[in-house]
Structures are given as C-alpha cells and as structure tokens.
C-alpha cells in the first residue's frame, strides 16, 4: 500500500516508489494513512460478505478458491502506536472467519480451500511480512498454502494462473486478486485480461491512480512507455490532453478511462468509486472488476457500509459511463455514500430509468435481469435499490411488471425473470 507524489512518474515498473514506503527487517513500521485505511476497511467489509454471496448451498462441503494480493508490502502499518495488520492477513483471516461463521449454522461443514499468494519486487518487504508470517504462527504453511513470490506481478502471475488451472474445474478458477498498485501501471491490463479470459469466476480489486495519470498525460517518450501497460495510446493521450483544461474535461477524461479499463480487461462489470488521499489531495480509484453482476454488487454494498469514505462524482443516476456535457463536478457536491443521499439517488435514479427504458425499448416488454445488466455499471446503486425504485415506478403506474406469460404482476417487487414495460399512462409517453 505505497504512496504517491509528484515524483510518481519515475516508479512505473521500477524500485523509485518502493523505496518511498518501505518496509525492512529491523525498522519502524510504515505510518497507516487515512485513506489506507479506508481501503482497509472496505476490503475487510468485502471479505466478509463475499462468503457470505458464493456459499449458499447448504449441501455444498468445499469451496476452492486463489486469493492474490499482487503488492502485498510488509503487511503492517502503525496507526497512531497500534500496531494493524496489513492486506496479507485481511485474506488469511477472511477464509479462518469465514469457515468459521458459516459451519456455525450449517448441519454439514464445509471445508473452505484455499491458497494464498503474496507478491511484492522488494525484498525488504517480502522479508517482512516472511517475519509478520511467523510472528503471527503461519511458519508450517510459507510453501504449502502461502506462497511468497519476490517478483514483478505480471511475471508471478503466470505461475499464478497455471496454479489455478490445476485446482479449477471447467475454467471457473474461483480468484480473487488484490491489486494495491502504488500508481496506474503496475498491474498490466494484458495480464488482468488474462486472467478474466481464463477463469470466469476471477475477480479483481484495482487501485488506481486516476488523478495523477491525468496530471501527467504527455506524449513525451518516457511518458508513452509508462502508458502502454494500461495501453493507452498516443491518439488517445492527445485526445485527453486536449480535453484536461476544458470545461468539465477531468470528468469526460474519467468517463473515456473507464471506458477503456473495462475494454482493455474484459470484465463484464466494474464499480469504479475514489477514495480520498488527503495527504496529496488526489483520489484514487478503488476499482471492482468482475463477471458477474452479482459479484460487482459485493462491492457497491462494501461502499456504503464503509460510509464518507467512498465517493463518486455524479448524483447518483446512471451518468457513470457515459458524458454528461449539463455536469458540473464543480458546482455538484460530492457523493458520498452517505444515509442522506439514498433518496436524492433514487428520485435521479427513477427519472434516468424511466427515460433509458422509454429509449431502448421502443415499447416492448425488456426482462428485469436484463435490464439490470445493462445498467449496474453506470450507478452507485445497490440491487436492492434498483428494485426499490422499479417497485415504486411501478406502484405510481408509470412501468408495469409483467410475469414470464406477460400477465401483469399483482406485486410491485421485481423478479430477474419478470418483464417492465412502460405503462401506456406514463407521463414520459
């Protein structure tokens, strides 16, 4: 979990940032920021309820999965005199945690299999946390189920990926990747992309430095080589460039950015919420990348829990993805997950769905999952939100919910498998 700084440039793919938060054998430990923290509490947040999401079965007694942290650092931090473990041990007691709610309540136990790698370039820090593993009484598992890889991610990655071919059954290859990079390019779209085409159960948590890939876009030969792992190219850059010092022109940088990462990696869904860094007054993307809405729901739920931590740039409507040249950032105050903003979020959210139904559907019944899909990366909002606002559009007659055989539903809570049309009374009809 480095930091970054102006300098940010000189790191890609190289020590120079390394060296600026460094662990070692023998030293202080590294001071605990306030936005790693939060990213700390979001990440834990998300542990617990991602078991909770994909062991639902009750007859179901194993569950296989890879959990990666791609830039594991030393895997502590001080906070204030207290020592707190880092992302290393936040997987490690995610799986003990986990066995143990679940078999808590279940009548058959389930054995939870996992395999844990912790990858960093330095030595120092892979020294570290190798003394943080043993300090904490994992010394019998370094080399069974906790491998240490002192390497570049993309390259411990192909031993990675080869691990999880052997314990996958029919390419679903249950993973989950950490990618705590210190600015933008450490984690190569190629390899992510990889890895979302190889195994449809992969999921990725990105961190990225958003704020500072716009401050340094340049077509300067130095400047290009740090691009080309996140694979912008010199047509795109000028085209940001040109759009930086315009009106509103971070926001459309962001909204092309988004559009390329999802693109660029392959992953069907992704939740792409800043968080703060106050020490250098930049925000970063704490990006979910996935295959599956369900999984990107995980994600969105972990930003509200963690609350004023998260935020987007938007009113919470379905504006994510897309440009809205009407959008000000800077007369628009920041969104912030907060209790407050649930129903600013759902009045946009019932105008912008009403519209987006009206548009595409050209008046035909579309199915609610459908619908859903096609939606879940432009928003903020929760499952249970959208439905929540269908519910209501529905009871206020503006949409109808029609069952499988186009009859209409005496409910006003959706199914994936129900059909919405809009109601022929709709005031935007």
């Keep these: 979990m480095a930091q970054v700084g102006p300098s940010s440039i000189q790191y890609i793919g190289g020590e120079a940032a390394i060296a600026k938060f460094a662990w070692k054998p023998g030293n202080k430990l590294p001071t605990l920021k306030p936005h790693s923290g939060a990213k700390l509490r979001l990440i834990e947040h998300y542990l617990e309820a991602y078991f909770d999401t994909v062991v639902r079965s009750p007859r179901m007694d194993r569950l296989r999965i890879t959990l990666v942290d791609g830039f594991c650092g030393g895997g502590a931090f001080d906070d204030k005199g207290l020592r707190v473990q880092g992302t290393p041990f936040l997987l490690l007691n995610a799986i003990r945690n986990a066995q143990a709610k679940l078999n808590a309540s279940r009548a058959k136990p389930i054995d939870i299999d996992a395999q844990f790698h912790f990858v960093d370039l330095s030595k120092h820090h892979i020294e570290f946390l190798r003394e943080e593993l043993i300090r904490e009484g994992y010394l019998s598992r370094i080399g069974h189920d906790i491998h240490l890889h002192r390497k570049k991610f993309e390259e411990a990655a192909v031993e990675i990926e080869a ?94 950015l988004l559009q390329h990462i999802q693109a660029s990696t392959g992953a069907s869904f992704l939740s792409p919420f800043f968080i703060r860094s106050r020490d250098s ?149």
């Design 163 to 256: 691990s999880i071919r052997k314990r996958t059954v029919r390419g679903k290859g249950r993973s989950l990747f950490l990618l705590d990079q210190t600015g933008y390019g450490e984690a190569p779209f190629e390899t992510i992309r990889s890895l979302f085409a190889n195994f449809e159960k992969a999921e990725c948590i990105l961190t990225f430095a958003v704020d500072f890939l716009i401050d340094y876009l340049s077509t300067r030969a130095e400047n290009l080589k740090g691009f080309a792992k996140v694979e912008l190219d010199q047509s795109q850059i000028i085209e940001m460039i040109g759009l930086r010092d315009g009106s509103g022109g971070r926001y459309a940088i962001q909204r092309l």
């Design 281 to 429: 007054n930049k925000n970063l993307w704490l990006v979910h990348l996935s295959q599956h809405a369900t999984a990107r729901n995980v994600m969105v739920d972990s930003h509200w829990a963690v609350k004023n931590h998260s935020l987007h740039q938007g009113r919470g409507g379905l504006e994510m993805l897309g440009f809205d040249p009407n959008f000000d950032p800077s007369v628009t105050s920041d969104f912030m997950f907060g209790d407050h903003e649930v129903s600013i979020m759902k009045d946009q959210l019932a105008e912008d769905l009403l519209r987006r139904i009206r548009d595409t559907t050209k008046g035909n019944p579309v199915r609610y999952g459908q619908l859903l899909n096609s939606i879940a990366n432009e928003t903020p909002a929760r499952l249970e939100d959208l439905d929540s606002v269908i519910g209501h559009l529905a009871a206020k007659r503006e949409l109808s919910i029609l069952n499988q055989d186009g009859t209409a539903r005496r409910t006003f809570s959706p199914d994936k498998q129900d059909f919405i049309e809009m109601n022929r009374q709709s005031r935007l009809l």
